[in-house]
């Protein structure tokens, strides 16, 4: 299967700047759309910013003019760069993957979607 690591999260203050990067390793998906989740102490998961393997990208308003989102599909990776900081975007924030496999000789695909651990956003005022 593949697997997800993230890193890079971290304590900083408010209009602060961290830098987040995940890799996709193992298995045999070919790698499609990757993106950024979070989710807030008591809220649901929600999306940050996904792209795609054309560099389509997509951002939540509430993001949306501060952080970026990058990847590298040599190395099956994604990165997240967020801006200007504030406490309301502390956050476990997770990566994902959507992946895809041929399974036979007809062609078959099978779509899978795969998370990363997450890491852990703390904006302080």
């Known amino acids: 299967q593949v697997q997800l690591t993230e890193s890079g999260g971290g304590l900083v203050q408010t209009g602060g700047s961290l830098s987040l990067s995940c890799a996709a390793s193992g298995g045999r998906f070919t790698i499609n759309t990757m993106g950024w989740f979070r989710q807030r102490p008591g809220k649901q998961r929600e999306l940050v910013a996904t792209?795609?393997?054309?560099?389509?990208?997509m951002y939540a308003d509430s993001v949306k003019g501060r952080f970026t989102i990058a990847r590298d599909n040599a190395r099956n990776a994604v990165f997240l760069q967020a801006n200007n900081l504030k406490p309301e975007d502390t956050a476990v924030y997770y990566c994902?993957?959507?992946?895809?496999?041929?399974?036979?000789?007809?062609?078959?695909?099978?779509?899978?979607?795969?998370w990363g651990q997450g890491t852990q956003v703390t904006v302080s005022s």
């Open positions: 994902n993957a959507q992946a895809s496999r041929v399974v036979n000789v007809e062609g078959a695909t099978v779509r899978r979607e795969f």
């Open positions: 792209i795609t393997t054309d560099g389509i990208v």
